[in-house]
Nanobody
Framework: EVQLVESGGGLVQPGGSLRLSCAAS????????MSWVRQAPGKGLEWVSA????????YYAESMKGRFTISRDNAKNTLYLQMDSLKSEDTAVYYC???????????????WGQGTQVTVSS
């Protein structure tokens, strides 16, 4: 069974940084692109970033460009999101998600983690 477990969230001041991790198991990790998706309080899901199976292609939502960095370590079956210059608007639950179809990126996801809370507040 596929499992995705996020960690690294917490409380941080505006302008601060956090590094999120997503530990993956139950599938061939390096065959699938991965994404980060977030949900702010009272809001819908918002796609954040994606990375292709081998890490060669990377995509960001416009509001995250220059502040967030997605990466993966396929030897560790782990996905990362480095978040810098955090703003209060970044407060959300952050989920990692597995692409449904090998070889595709941001086409759709069939497994999600439980999420990790990020709170940006002074």
């Amino acid at each position: 069974e596929v499992q995705l477990v996020e960690s690294g969230g917490g409380l941080v001041q505006p302008g601060g940084s956090l590094r999120l991790s997503c530990a993956a198991s139950g599938f061939t990790f390096d065959d699938y692109a991965m994404s980060w998706v977030r949900q702010a309080p009272g809001k819908g899901l918002e796609w954040v970033s994606a990375i292709s199976d081998k890490g060669g292609r990377i995509y960001y939502a416009e509001s995250m460009k220059g502040r967030f960095t997605i990466s993966r370590d396929n030897a560790k079956n782990t996905l990362y999101l480095q978040m810098d210059s955090l703003k209060s608007e970044d407060t959300a639950v952050y989920y990692c998600a597995k692409e449904t179809t090998a070889g595709l990126v941001v086409a759709g996801w069939n497994y999600w983690g439980q999420g990790t809370q990020v709170t940006v507040s002074s």
